[in-house]
């Protein structure tokens, strides 16, 4: 994404200066042309900012050269996807069991009545959770509000 910001920022900056000579020589207002041209410049300086530095990109292609060259043997390739395999299990039982607390919760939640809630809850005042969310994100609360029509 940098590498296309730089040229369209290149382009822009010789498009203007062109224009910006045309506009001079024809002796007409430079304003659109200048502004035309900074912002090119903008866009270059966005693109040589956002483009990886070539260390990176030649240590990478290195690695993956070096990675496509060794070849696997059929034992080598077997344990790779039996431990893919492996990890996409425990990625996936490690999901449910996450699934399976939250439904938990959401059952011990919903047993409760609205009164017990109430009693084992805290009431807060609205001004109070607006200005600190974070602080009351585990608590057990109940706010009551006003509505007033305008």
């Known amino acids: 994404m940098g590498a296309f910001w730089g040229v369209i920022g290149t382009l822009g900056f010789f498009v203007f200066i062109v224009w ?5 020589i024809k002796k007409q207002p430079k304003k659109i042309a200048l502004i035309g041209l900074g912002i090119s410049i903008v866009f270059f300086v966005i693109g040589i900012l956002s483009t990886p530095s070539s260390n990176n990109s030649q240590t990478t292609t ?59 809850a805290k009431s ?12 009351y994100t585990e608590k057990k609360r109940y706010l009551l509000v006003k509505l007033y029509k305008f």
């Not at 807060?124 to 602080?135: G, L, T, V």
């Open 20 to 24: 910006l000579v045309i506009v001079a």
């Open 62 to 120: 290195t690695t993956k050269t070096s990675i496509s060259n060794k070849e696997l043997t059929a034992e080598e390739k077997q344990a790779n996807e039996e431990k893919k395999a492996q990890e996409e299990q425990a990625k996936k039982e490690e999901q449910a069991r996450l699934a399976q607390e939250e439904l938990e919760k959401k059952a011990e939640l919903a047993k409760q009545t609205e009164s017990e809630y109430k009693t084992t």
């Open 124 to 135: 807060y005042a609205y001004k109070e959770i607006a200005r600190n969310p974070n602080d």
